[in-house]
């Protein structure tokens, strides 16, 4: 995806799975008060829009699922950073991603022309069931021990490092790769200068 921060800089980040792509769209904490757009069913929509699913589906979202959503989406939120920091589970947030899960997911279709459509009946729930299951794919998946926050002191995007290396640190080489190598740069060179 492509994200914009609050500075202007625009950058490409990969989340690595579905689930953690939700998180871009809010969350619990300083989150919620900065980057909420799940307060509105269009800020679901635009994001689905954006997300791996591309082109979306033509989704239908009641009240009552976009709440649903939200709620799943400040659950990913703790468990991606409980796996992050090697930390247990809480039993709640995992009800409510295996809850989630059980249910019927979107269904992906195949055009002719080899481009991906999405089968009628797309509804909040439904979205809501395939981005379960991709958490539960993801936490139990050979990306599990590779769930990883920003390595940058100011960032705190949360990313699966799905590199065959492995070593992933940063979300985007762009963005915070970038500016911890000029910080680097300038203090090497401040030492130099200094001897």
Same mark, same amino acid.
């Given at each position: 995806m492509t994200l914009q921060h609050r500075d202007g800089q625009r950058f490409r980040f990969?989340?690595?799975? @579905?689930?953690? $792509? @939700?998180?871009?769209? /809010? /969350? =619990?904490g300083p989150a919620a008060s900065r980057y909420e757009v799940l307060d509105r069913v269009e800020g679901l929509l635009d994001w689905v829009r954006?997300?791996? @699913?591309? =082109?979306?589906p033509e989704l239908t979202v009641t009240p009552a699922e976009l709440a649903a959503v939200r709620e799943l989406r400040d659950a990913l939120w703790r468990l991606a950073l409980a796996r992050a920091g /090697? $930390? /247990?589970?809480?039993?709640?947030d995992l009800d409510l991603v295996n809850g989630a899960a059980a249910g019927a997911p979107l269904a992906a279709l195949v055009r002719p022309d080899g481009t991906r459509a999405w089968a009628p009946g797309a509804t909040g729930t439904r979205l809501?069931? %395939?981005?379960?299951?991709?958490? &539960?794919? @993801?936490? %139990?998946?050979? *990306?599990?021990?590779? &769930?990883?926050?920003?390595?940058?002191?100011?960032?705190?995007?949360?990313?699966?490092?799905?590199?065959?290396p492995g070593r992933?640190?940063?979300c985007s080489m762009e963005r915070c790769g970038?500016? *911890?190598?000029?910080?680097?740069h300038r203090s090497r060179t401040r030492t130099e200068d200094e001897a």
């Amino acid at each position: 995806m492509t994200l914009q921060h609050r500075d202007g800089q625009r950058f490409r980040f990969d989340a690595g799975a @579905l689930c953690l $792509e @939700l998180l871009l769209t /809010g /969350g =619990p904490g300083p989150a919620a008060s900065r980057y909420e757009v799940l307060d509105r069913v269009e800020g679901l929509l635009d994001w689905v829009r954006r997300c791996r @699913l591309a =082109p979306g589906p033509e989704l239908t979202v009641t009240p009552a699922e976009l709440a649903a959503v939200r709620e799943l989406r400040d659950a990913l939120w703790r468990l991606a950073l409980a796996r992050a920091g /090697g $930390e /247990g589970y809480d039993p709640g947030d995992l009800d409510l991603v295996n809850g989630a899960a059980a249910g019927a997911p979107l269904a992906a279709l195949v055009r002719p022309d080899g481009t991906r459509a999405w089968a009628p009946g797309a509804t909040g729930t439904r979205l809501l069931a %395939t981005v379960a299951r991709d958490a &539960v794919d @993801l936490l %139990t998946g050979p *990306h599990a021990d590779r &769930v990883r926050v920003c390595g940058a002191a100011d960032c705190f995007l949360v990313f699966a490092d799905t590199s065959w290396p492995g070593r992933r640190r940063w979300c985007s080489m762009e963005r915070c790769g970038n500016r *911890h190598k000029v910080r680097a740069h300038r203090s090497r060179t401040r030492t130099e200068d200094e001897a």
